[in-house]
Structures are given as structure tokens and as C-alpha cells.
């Protein structure tokens, strides 16, 4: 089992499911006592065989990247769960994705940036002469990194601080 280990976080993944081929070639093609062993390592080979791409473990280890999945689950309970996730809650799809993006923006500490985008697109439609909707049932792109960077609450007028606050 440790050469196998080996194989595959060496980057030698192709090699770990050439030499369990070859063990499962050794197995009696008939008998009934290597029946369930030949369908377990059909059914792993198969899995390993169609993810040889993803899994440059060398690579990611080398990059110091994390290759286990605990800390995406931990992010997900701590952003998800927390917010969502609390006795008696009920979500309908739409708004709790709409209130994951506002969770993020705050736990990735973007909300004056946030809000700064937000008041200039505001400002922008009242210029042109559109109506500003600050409320509304109809999602709103959110803003992207680029669009983000664009407009800095520190570079607006400070007459529009007092406002935006």
C-alpha cells in the first residue's frame, strides 16, 4: 500500500494504474474466490483511469497547495453554515445565493469597496436619467474584481463620503 501512496504522490499516477492492471491480470479470470476483487479493482482503475489529469500531486505538493478537501469543506460550513444554516431558517435558491455573494464580499473585506461600486453605478443611472431601484425582486450583476478596482470609496468626492455613508 505505501508503494502505491508512493506512485501516486511522486507523480507517478499512469504507473499506480499500469501495476494495478498487471495485479488484477494475476486474478482468475473465472473463479468465483477473485469475483469480488476483480470488480473492486475494475471499478477503482476505472475511477483512476478517467482522473489521471487531475491528479499531479507532485505538482500541486511541490506549489505548497493544499490536495486534501477539509479546508474547502471548513470554508463552506464557516460561509455557508453559518449564515444559512441556523435553526428555522428557510432560503428560497435565488435570495441565499444573492446573500452568499453579500457574505463573501464582507469575509473577503471588500465591503466599503463594495459599496463604493455600488453607489457610483447608483450615481451613474441618476446622471444618465434612469431610475435608481434600490430595491427590487430582479438580481443585479454583481460586481467583478475589474469592476471593483475601478471605483475606490477613497477616490470619491468628499461631498459623496457623507452620502455613501
Not at 486474478?27 to 482503475?45: F, G, N, P, T, V
Not at 465591503?111 to 443585479?140: C, H, K, P
Request: proline letters at 2%.
Amino acid at each position: 500500500m505505501e508503494d502505491q501512496r508512493e506512485r501516486l504522490y511522486s507523480g507517478r499516477a499512469l504507473e499506480l494504474v499500469t501495476g494495478l492492471k498487471a495485479v488484477k491480470l494475476t486474478l482468475s479470470a473465472r473463479a468465483k474466490r477473485d469475483a469480488d476483487k476483480r470488480d473492486a479493482l475494475s471499478a477503482l482503475i476505472g475511477s483512476l483511469d478517467k482522473r489521471l489529469s487531475m491528479m499531479a500531486y507532485k505538482d500541486l505538493i511541490d506549489e505548497d497547495m493544499v490536495i486534501a478537501s477539509g479546508i474547502v469543506e471548513g470554508a463552506a460550513r464557516y460561509v455557508v453554515g453559518e449564515r444559512l444554516d441556523c435553526s428555522g431558517m428557510r432560503w428560497i435558491p435565488e435570495r441565499a445565493e444573492v446573500l452568499l455573494h453579500l457574505r463573501c464580499i464582507e469575509l473577503n473585506g471588500d465591503w466599503e469597496r463594495f459599496f463604493a461600486w455600488s453607489y457610483q453605478r447608483w450615481l451613474d443611472q441618476m446622471q444618465a436619467g434612469q431610475r435608481v431601484l434600490i430595491r427590487t425582486n430582479q438580481a443585479d450583476a454583481l460586481p467583478t474584481a475589474a469592476s471593483i478596482e475601478v471605483t475606490d470609496y477613497h477616490d470619491l468626492e468628499p461631498s459623496q463620503h457623507a452620502t455613501a455613508a
